[in-house]
């Protein structure tokens, strides 16, 4: 990895220095193009479950997630029952909020509606980009960065049209971010241009 010295040199996005556990999935995660269905709906769900929360508050919980809802495996999610959700409310480790729990099978369930659609969630999604590439941004200042766009409101409009829930156009586009479909790193981070490499 990185030394001591080396590692306090590098410049990263401000918001990613309050921790250890937002450095890490800075350095790791975000802004990474994702193709892998299970990760994508992982995403999905944890980014309705921050409406109005922290992403530090998800990050934390992120385990307790995995395992309350089955890794994230949209085919067994989809087929939650009665006795499943009364067991997620009762859950400490994850968001205990009903309507966002709820949304959550109903998302797995959309989710499954669309791979029958287009063969993988993922084929979806890279259809709303140019030549299925993602946005590279050059942001110089924080203040820069928008809370939606354009783009998100198309994806969020036709999630909705899906079936799907908690996809307003602000969390889509913070879904967005996380997945790679846009790199949102600022320019003088040390994973702009790495990111901007992939895809």
């Known amino acids: ?32 193009p994702e193709h892998d269905d299970r990760k994508l709906f992982e995403f999905l769900i ?4 921050q409406a109005g929360l922290s992403w530090d508050t998800i990050l934390r919980r992120r385990e307790s997630y995995r395992k309350a809802f089955d890794d994230f495996d ?57 030549d299925s590439k993602p946005i ?18 198309k994806v969020s409009k036709d999630l909705k049209k899906r079936g799907f829930n908690f996809v307003g156009p602000t969390i889509v586009y913070a879904f967005m971010q996380a997945v790679g479909m846009v790199n949102d790193h600022m320019a003088d981070c040390f994973r702009h241009e790495d990111c901007g490499r992939m895809e």
Not at 10 to 32: F, P, Q
């Open 46 to 49: 944890l980014e309705g479950a």
């Open 1 to 32: 990895m990185f030394d001591d010295f080396s590692e306090l040199m590098m410049k990263r996005c401000a918001w990613s220095e309050m921790n250890e556990l937002e450095t890490e999935y800075h350095d790791t995660e975000w802004g990474v």
């Open 136 to 153: 590279q941004n050059s942001w110089r200042s924080a203040a820069e960065i928008p809370s939606k766009t354009g783009l998100s409101e």
């Open 74 to 130: 949209y085919e067994i999610v989809a087929g939650y029952g009665g006795s499943k959700i009364y067991e997620l409310l009762q859950d400490t480790g994850i968001i205990r909020n009903r309507k966002k729990i709820l949304s959550a099978v109903s998302n797995a369930k959309a989710f499954i509606g669309v791979r029958n659609e287009f063969g993988s969630f993922d084929t979806y999604l890279r259809g709303f980009l140019k």
